[in-house]
């Protein structure tokens, strides 16, 4: 089965408003995660990525949290855009460089 | 980063034939893998593609089922044989560029409809 799992299959943000996508995993040996934003017809497409010895990366309107712990991580949207609608996928790379995608979570922006 | 070009885009096929996928890379990269879409669904690794030797495949993906080429470091092919209605998926190829710190890249995959 999948080791990678998101909370919630569907989110509706409003314009403006910042999104929050998150992500259990139950390896706690993985070491490197990547999330990928896949628009419809289209191939994921990279996002941001981080590794274990790091809690935070943050990137272009994202930021990616990595919580050991708990086994947690979530994708921060500021300002959501209408061009943030789509699938988001974490990824957790099992063994040089092979994924095991979650189940996605629709993201739906409201104008 | 990579550019991915998978051929075709798009196929309708007919049940009990076989279908091959290119997957071309504008750079030399280190790894290649394929990935299968089902509709709705996440995405799960069919093989890795390795550079002059067979593939390796996940389980509950065999060969001869989807046999893999990859002649050097920037094709690969993946045949989808003997299809049936529940092939219909997205196919899709994955590339792994060390120089860019292991980034993995997705083409933008080829959608199977077999009827």
């Known amino acids: 089965g999948e080791s990678v799992g998101l909370h919630l299959p569907t989110l509706s943000v409003q314009e403006g408003d910042n999104s929050i996508i998150n992500c259990a995993y139950s390896?706690?040996?993985?070491?490197?995660f990547i999330w990928y934003k896949q628009e419809s017809g289209k191939g994921p497409q990279f996002i941001i990525d981080i590794r274990s010895n790091m809690d935070k990366r943050q990137g272009q309107r994202v930021t990616v949290l990595l919580n050991k712990t708990v086994k947690h991580l979530s994708l921060q949207i500021a300002a959501t855009q209408p061009g943030d609608s789509a699938v988001y996928f974490c990824?957790?790379?099992?063994?040089?460089?092979?994924?095991?995608f979650g189940a996605g979570t629709t993201v739906t922006v409201r104008a | 980063s990579a550019v991915i070009s998978q051929k075709p885009s798009r196929d309708i096929c007919q049940r009990g034939t076989s279908l091959t996928i290119q997957c071309q890379v504008d750079s030399q990269v280190t790894m290649m893998f394929w990935y299968r879409q089902q509709p709705g669904q996440s995405l799960t690794l069919i093989a890795t593609?390795?550079?002059?030797?067979?593939?390796?495949?996940e389980s509950g993906f065999v060969i001869d089922k989807f046999p893999i080429s990859r002649p050097n470091l920037t094709f690969s092919t993946l045949t989808v044989s003997n299809m049936s209605p529940e092939d219909s998926s997205i196919y899709l190829c994955?590339?792994?560029?060390?120089?860019?710190?292991?980034?993995?890249?997705f083409g933008e995959g080829s959608r199977l409809t077999v009827l």
């Open positions: 593609a390795n550079q002059g030797s067979e593939a390796t495949y």
């Open positions: 994955s590339v792994a560029v060390a120089l860019l710190g292991g980034e993995l890249f």
């Open positions: 990824a957790e790379n099992m063994d040089d460089y092979k994924l095991s």
């Open positions: 390896n706690s040996a993985s070491d490197y």
